[in-house]
């Protein structure tokens, strides 16, 4: 398993990770990155605490993309029977 260095809020951390991992591993460091200075003037909040403020935005967006996903899988759906619906109608003429 290779291990690879990555900075988060200027805090260095030593992490293991699947071959061919890596890439991905630094994508979502900078995304913990870039939330990370939403409290960037915020100094007396303990690094800790931003780390899971973070984690509970990302939840937060992730709930939000799953709840698009599905809303656009019901509308699939939906086409995919009027579709159907509409074969048969074509077929009984």
Do not use: W
Request: aromatic share 4%.
């Amino acid at each position: 398993m290779p291990e690879i260095k990555i900075y988060i809020d200027n805090d260095e951390y030593s992490l293991e990770c699947e071959s061919g991992e890596e890439m991905e591993l630094k994508k979502a460091v900078a995304v913990v990155n870039e939330k990370m200075t939403v409290f960037k003037d915020q100094e007396n909040i303990k690094k800790i605490t931003k780390l899971v403020m973070v984690s509970l935005l990302l939840a937060s967006e992730s709930n939000e993309k799953s709840l698009l996903i599905e809303t656009e899988k019901d509308k699939i759906l939906k086409i995919e029977n009027l579709i159907e619906r509409l074969e048969h109608l074509v077929k009984a003429f």
